[in-house]
């Protein structure tokens, strides 16, 4: 794209309503699909692409959180401990930024794809919470799956310093790679804290926009966000986003694991054969 006019501002609505869509639904709004689009499709460069991609990501974010809420799928308290890591790492990232290739990046975001996946189809139970546990902070955190049961299922958080740490993690490569951190995020509540999946998806879609701001601000003041094309990409970013949020209410836990792994995999193919320059996906810009 040379220019933002026209069939260019509906093709950027168009791709960011996509994405966004798919990203809600998994409660990884829409950077992890929104990079790979814009280097498809918009032949952008990388950076380009992950500075926009962290605005869509915020707007994804705000845009769903209150459907989650209404619906009772997000842990508020757990939300607000675990993004103090995550932010931490965010800042971590951007600091780091400048230290990666266009390849490099693209072949760290196939390997985070490929042990999301991972972590994803690994056997897992849920812990849960049980009278008489002593007082502890992390049972302050302990929380209600309402889905399927009406009245709700409770859930026990176990092993919170490994999450904290996955967090930190995911918040520094969420800075690298535009993508929201919300791919590394669910599996780090789905393995360490064994939550429900719809409460990992729904808890994570209301963390990363705060995540994805600590980023974009950097992105702001380095001068590589494109704020051009930022305003089209917002508005398709908050159509797809709400779509994505009601499609997850009614999708079923085994269902959504599934086409998790699934998109994990196919992004991770093509991610690696972009690294590798044997690929049609452009990154310019390095």
């Known amino acids: 794209m040379v220019e933002v006019l026209g069939t260019d501002i509906l093709a950027l609505i168009a791709m960011s309503a996509v994405a966004s869509a798919v990203g809600g639904m998994l409660g990884m709004a829409s950077g992890i699909f929104l990079v790979p689009i814009l ?22 974010s705000c845009a769903s959180a209150p459907a989650f809420l209404r619906a009772r799928l997000i842990n508020v308290r757990l939300a607000i401990v675990l993004e103090v890591a995550t932010t931490a790492g965010a800042l971590a990232g951007v600091v780091a930024s ?3 290739s266009a390849r490099l990046l693209s072949l760290l975001f196939a390997l985070v794809m490929l042990l999301s996946a991972w972590q994803m189809v690994r056997p897992r139970t849920v812990r849960m919470a049980m009278a008489g546990n002593p007082a502890a902070f992390a049972r302050r955190l302990d929380g209600i799956d309402p889905d399927p049961a009406p009245d709700g299922t409770p859930y026990r958080i176990d092993r919170l310093p490994l999450a904290m740490g996955m967090m930190f993690g995911a918040g520094m490569l969420s800075a690298l790679l535009g993508i929201g951190s919300g791919v590394l995020k669910i599996p780090a509540m ?79 193919v093509q991610m690696a054969l972009a690294a590798a320059g044997t690929s049609f996906l452009t990154l310019g810009g390095g």
């Open 39 to 60: 280097l498809m499709f918009g032949h952008l460069p990388i950076r380009t692409a992950i500075g926009l991609s962290l605005v869509s990501v915020i707007v994804c």
């Open 190 to 268: 789905d393995s360490a804290l064994r939550l429900p999946i719809k409460v990992s998806s729904a808890t994570s879609n209301f963390m990363i926009g705060v995540t994805a701001a600590a980023g974009a601000i950097a992105y702001f003041l380095t001068g590589a966000l494109d704020l051009t094309r930022a305003a089209p990409i917002c508005l398709g970013s908050v159509a797809g986003s709400i779509a994505g949020a009601r499609a997850l209410k009614a999708l079923r836990p085994d269902r959504l694991r599934v086409m998790f792994v699934v998109i994990l995999l196919v992004l991770a």
């Open 98 to 100: 400048g230290l990666f």
